[in-house]
């Protein structure tokens, strides 16, 4: 998939290249409108990430002409204002998603997916995930046709380690996602592990869940 | 006491007083009075006497005796002439007895000696005062009812014209400084007066407020830019980390130290956020337009937070009417308000302790009760607690000392009154009332 990356922080623009690069995204960067209003016009992205406070004008009003020449592509918001005007008139002019900064890259990715599964219709079929297989839009994991019942935060959690497999996710990454801005640091921690251990106990009654490693000190991963 | 009040009390008490000293000085001043006239009329009928004498002589009174005396019939006047001794010179007037008929009367008397022809004589002129002093009670009645009439009407003109006199007072009151809910959004209006004393009174509140306003402004305006400038190396670091962290070939050490640094950027990410959040609510940012019920943002609130009150063997007891719907709230914003309670109801609570939330509805509007049995807080810091990054508690856990500055940025943005009792190792409990609701069904019913 191709992404243009529209940022003037050049190394946070450097920063997320990198990132989706791993995970198999083409990147262009644009450090100003300009070059941004070039780029599209150019070519043809899936996903556009659009910050607003741009040196030589604002990202908003960069929106509905990108909308004209990608009208196939996905638009992100990321923004430091994080103002709800700005969220509501960006979303108004059609963009899909709006990221607050700070953001974790592994938020902006997992956005990313959801988007691609909406719109392109990407892993809209069953992911599988060792002897189960798992439908990231109905939201439902099986062990051949028999479906496990997960609670809402568990399945969010495995979802999320599914999406970034082969990465170890530290406990603060996994309950900044599940909590947004009401983690609480440290202190959700024990919970990330609690709902780790009921995610292994129901599973395991189907199929070993090997694939779901603990690393010592650091946090989750799933290995494929 | 009100001004107006202490005003009549002492224009009225110093009327009183005038009259009373008034009243009580009559006697004293009828006396003044009646003997200043009693002198003069002395002198008047002396005046005679002589004139009588000067014209007719000695002659006139003594027709051949050698000494006249008259006096009228109940014995308050008389008059005697007679020859003065050698060297008897007098003209006064004193106050003496004479026996007149052998009764003593007590007379002021005006004794004047003269010459007529070869012989002196002495002129003597009577005038009792006991008849002089006769007027004194029904004076002193008269008197006390004119002045006290005069006292009521005064003091209803008095009553008026205080009211009118101290009413921009009031206005001042009323507007500058009870109605007037901070942040001062609309500009305050003069209060129309001719007295120069309060035109300097309204229009130092009105620069106070005024000064108030632009401090607030300039703090609100550092918050927003100070916390917009810190999201974005935020970011950086934070997306650095992440990549490094992903990186194939890194120690575990550093795998821990990077694991660490997150942590950290962690908090100051946190910091940063709940002072931005904290300046747009300051900022109007949010809209007040939603109605909620307060048992299901309480239920989702509990379902977010459900894990931790688990792991902290709590008891929770919730009792809230089903049927009752708050106006011109914000939704999003009441949610924060109400976690960030009921997240420190666990906070600081006991291990196996327990949580209560419940509701009434009063006088004063709508309440919802959130007792808990935790550690409580101390008397002195109560007054502190919404302070920013005030920590009252120095647990494990005590978090960015935020949380209550929120909710109470929250609470006043939206009307919300929130107080606090507390008891240190007993609990505390935090009543939250809202002016603006809506309750069908009474209470009870289902």
């Not at chain 2, 108030?212 to 980390?241: C, G, W, Y």
């Amino acid at each position: 998939m191709k992404v243009l990356i529209i940022e003037d922080e050049k190394t946070l623009a450097y920063e997320m290249e990198t990132f989706l690069k791993k995970a198999f995204y083409l990147c262009d960067l644009a450090h100003t409108a300009a070059k941004a209003a070039e780029c599209i016009e150019m070519n043809q992205y899936d996903f556009i990430l659009l910050d607003l406070g741009l040196p030589d004008g604002d990202g908003l009003s960069l929106l509905p002409k990108a909308k004209k020449h990608n009208p196939e592509a996905a638009y992100i918001i990321l923004t430091a204002r994080g103002n709800l005007e700005d969220k509501i008139a960006g979303l108004d002019l059609g963009a899909d998603d709006y990221l607050a900064k700070p953001f974790s890259l592994l938020e902006l990715q997992s956005r990313m997916q959801a988007i691609a599964r909406r719109k392109f219709n990407v892993n809209a079929e069953t992911v599988p995930l060792g002897d189960f297989s798992v439908n990231l839009q109905t939201r439902f994991i099986y062990f051949q046709v028999q479906q496990i019942e997960l609670s809402r935060k568990e399945f969010d959690l495995l979802s999320y380690l599914l999406l970034h497999k082969n990465r170890v996710l530290t406990r603060m990454q996994l309950s900044e996602h599940i909590w947004g801005t009401f983690a609480d640091d440290d202190y959700d921690s024990n919970y990330i592990d609690a709902h780790i251990k009921n995610i292994r106990k129901k599973l395991n009654t189907y199929a070993p869940t090997d694939w779901l490693e603990t690393v010592r000190g650091v946090g989750y991963r799933i290995r494929k | 006491m009100k001004l107006s009040v202490k005003l009549i009390y002492f224009i009225t008490g110093s009327k009183i007083a005038v009259v009373l000293i008034f009243i009580l000085s009559v006697p004293f001043l009828v006396e003044r009075i009646a003997s200043e006239y009693t002198n003069y009329s002395l002198r008047d009928q002396q005046k005679k006497v002589m004139n009588n004498v000067r014209r007719h002589g000695v002659g006139f009174y003594l027709q051949g005796d050698k000494s006249y005396g008259s006096y009228t019939m109940l014995k308050e006047e008389y008059i005697a002439l007679e020859p003065a001794g050698p060297g008897v010179d007098m003209d006064t007037i004193q106050t003496e007895e004479r026996i007149v008929e052998q009764d003593t009367l007590n007379y002021r008397v005006l004794s004047y000696t003269f010459r007529a022809g070869p012989n002196r004589y002495l002129l003597e002129i009577g005038k009792t005062t006991g008849s002089i002093n006769q007027y004194n009670k029904p004076l002193q009645r008269i008197a006390l009812y004119v002045l006290m009439g005069l006292i009521a009407v005064t003091i209803i003109i008095d009553l008026i014209f205080t009211r009118i006199l101290i009413s921009p007072l009031k206005e001042i009151i009323q507007t500058k400084l009870i109605k007037r809910k901070f942040p001062f959004k609309e500009p305050a209006v003069p209060v129309k007066t001719s007295t120069g004393d309060f035109k300097y009174l309204d229009q130092s509140l009105i620069d106070l407020m005024d000064q108030i306003n632009v401090d607030f402004e300039k703090e609100r305006e550092f918050t927003a830019n100070a916390s917009h400038e810190l999201m974005t190396p935020i970011s950086i670091l934070q997306t650095k980390m992440e990549n490094l962290l992903a990186e194939e070939n890194i120690s575990e050490a550093t795998t821990m130290s990077i694991i660490g640094m997150m942590k950290t950027l962690g908090r100051l990410k946190k910091i940063s956020s709940s002072l931005l959040f904290i300046s747009r609510i300051e900022n109007a940012q949010f809209a007040r337009t939603d109605q909620i019920k307060p048992a299901k943002l309480i239920a989702d609130v509990l379902e977010e937070i459900s894990h931790r009150m688990e792991e902290k063997g709590l008891k929770l007891h919730v009792s809230l009417s089903d049927d009752v719907t708050l106006n011109n709230v914000n939704q999003d914003l009441l949610f924060q308000f109400f976690y960030n309670l009921i997240n420190n109801a666990i906070k600081y609570n006991v291990e196996k302790g327990s949580i209560s939330i419940s509701d009434h509805r009063g006088r004063s509007g709508y309440s919802i009760v959130i007792s808990d049995s935790g550690i409580g807080i101390a008397k002195e810091e109560l007054d502190f607690i919404f302070d920013r990054f005030r920590k009252a508690n120095l647990g494990e856990n005590v978090g960015y000392g935020l949380g209550l500055s929120i909710v109470k940025s929250i609470a006043v943005y939206n009307g919300i009154d929130v107080k606090v009792a507390s008891v240190v190792g007993e609990g505390s409990k935090f009543t939250i009332t809202f002016g603006d609701f809506d309750a069908k069904i009474t209470r009870g019913k289902p």
